[in-house]
């Protein structure tokens, strides 16, 4: 029973988490302010993930929230806590890449990619939760 309500308590903190790290917008409202922006920053995933390494305050005012064309070598395609979907991009961390979360509506569209591969996507900036992350994204 104790283990029950241990594992009910972490699940309710990291959607907590994830709420407050998302301002509760849904990655469909990130998503139109992609297609509606022109992109601010264009940078490989490894320059990200290097910028927030050596300073989390800087990266978020470079990144977060501006719209990004990100390029980098698939690591892996997945899906998140919430069911969503993303792809994460290599970056000089052997265990940390640069997570990359799309709509829903984008499954059909992310079972056709393949690990090793170079893409360049379209993102809003999302800032850091162990590793940086994006939001909103469509492939270019």
Same mark, same amino acid.
Do not use: Q, W
């Given at each position: ?10 699940? #309710? %903190?990291?959607? &907590? ?5 998302? *301002? ?7 998503? =139109?302010?992609?297609?509606?922006? =022109?992109?601010? +920053?264009?940078? %490989? ?12 305050? &800087? ?5 977060? *929230?501006? +719209?990004?064309? /990100?390029?980098?070598? /698939?690591? $892996? ?5 919430? *069911?969503g979907p993303y792809i994460s991009?290599?970056? $000089?961390?052997?265990?940390?890449? +640069?997570?990359?979360?799309?709509? !829903? $509506?984008?499954?059909?569209? #992310?079972? !056709?990619? !393949? =690990?090793?591969?170079? +893409?360049? #996507? !379209? ?7 162990? $590793? ?9």
């Amino acid at each position: 029973m104790v283990y029950r309500n241990a594992l009910a308590a972490a699940a #309710l %903190t990291m959607a &907590a988490l994830l709420v407050i790290a998302t *301002g509760g917008d849904t990655e469909k409202d990130k998503e =139109k302010k992609v297609k509606s922006s =022109k992109v601010s +920053v264009r940078v %490989t995933a490894d320059a990200i993930y290097r910028a927030y390494k050596a300073n989390e305050v &800087a990266a978020d005012n470079k990144y977060k *929230g501006k +719209v990004i064309a /990100v390029s980098g070598i /698939v690591d $892996s395609i997945g899906k998140g806590f919430t *069911g969503g979907p993303y792809i994460s991009l290599k970056t $000089s961390s052997p265990i940390l890449g +640069v997570r990359c979360y799309f709509a !829903k $509506s984008h499954l059909g569209e #992310l079972a !056709k990619i !393949k =690990k090793n591969t170079e +893409v360049t #996507l !379209k993102c809003v900036g999302g800032g850091k939760i162990m $590793s940086p992350i994006l939001r909103g994204c469509l492939i270019k």
